[in-house]
């Protein structure tokens, strides 16, 4: 069943009734069952969140997320417990020998910078070297291709004179924005899979609570960089609004294609979680990351 993301913004309370969320506001009130949530994401520091719904949707492996007064996503509750044999995938997680985790960000990579031509070759109608890039890449991108290919991105996306910063000018905070949203759900799915957030397979800083988020999310990123480029061909505003975090939340929705089926993004985010905790198993030696594109996408 495909999750629904909520996106509150006004003052409200949040509480539960029988397995149903309960949102009041001062303009309306509204029921959903908790398991038709996937993401619920709090804009507004007035809002009371009760502690048995927090519990109920945790337990629903709902990604709670929790907004800054810049409105970019900020803090995210997850599920702790939520698979049968966690003690078992945490074992297998944190023995994985260096080879094999140098290998699973090997995979990554390829499969970022081969996305990121893809793209780049949508927009410009232009063909890159980036398939070239892609093959280049070590175990372990010792010689730094993905930052090779960044720089390279990043120079040739945007019309205008764009430089990609973590706290920087317009379009950065939509970017930003879309980028947390993405992180989310990676980490959703992860823990949805029993794996340990924190334990990267190539992000190391230990203040990261979701380095296995931010390595595992990484192919996935041209998708958000698609749907601001298409925001800001739409809208004139530079600043995030409700319509602007909407155009956001959908790309949770968005279509991708694996060799069979196709599937949207939150569903394929679990497909390649659960992939990478049977890389841990041995059961399979690469992720199952999707294409982002069908090839009528990309003629």
């Not at 929790?66 to 698979?83: D, R, T």
Request: aromatic content about 10%.
């Amino acid at each position: 069943m495909l999750k629904k993301s909520i996106l509150i913004e006004n003052k409200s309370s949040v509480s539960v009734n029988k397995l149903q969320l309960i949102i009041k506001s001062e303009i309306r009130e509204s029921s959903i069952p908790i398991e038709e949530i996937g993401f619920l994401v709090i804009d507004n520091s007035e809002t009371f969140l009760s502690i048995p719904a927090m519990n109920l949707l945790v337990e629903n492996n709902t990604a709670l997320i929790i907004c800054s007064q810049n409105h970019l996503p900020n803090g995210m509750f997850l599920n702790l417990n939520s698979h049968h044999i966690q003690q078992e995938i945490f074992k297998n997680q944190i023995n994985a020998s260096m080879p094999l985790k140098k290998q699973l960000w090997q995979q990554t990579v390829v499969e970022k910078i081969s996305n990121q031509g893809i793209l780049l070759q949508k927009i410009t109608h232009q063909k890159n070297n980036f398939d070239f890039l892609a093959s280049k890449v070590l175990s372990g991108d010792t010689s730094n291709m993905e930052g090779v290919a960044a720089n390279f991105y990043w120079k040739s996306f945007f019309e205008c004179d764009f430089k990609r910063e973590r706290f920087g000018d317009y379009p950065n905070n939509f970017l930003n924005y879309g980028y947390a949203i993405l992180r989310a759900a990676t980490a959703r799915a992860l823990s949805g899979s029993g794996l340990l957030n924190t334990l990267g397979i190539h992000h190391k800083s230990k203040y990261n609570a979701f380095a296995l988020a931010d390595d595992i999310m990484e192919p996935f990123r041209p998708i958000v960089d698609e749907t601001v480029l298409n925001i800001m061909k739409n809208y004139e505003e530079q600043e995030l609004n409700t319509k602007i975090k909407s155009e956001l939340l959908q790309i949770l929705t968005r279509t991708v294609y694996f060799k069979n089926e196709k599937s949207p993004l939150m569903i394929a985010l679990q497909k390649t979680a659960s992939s990478l905790q049977q890389c841990y198993t041995g059961e399979r030696k690469k992720i199952k990351y999707p294409k982002l594109w069908n090839s009528t996408d990309t003629e």
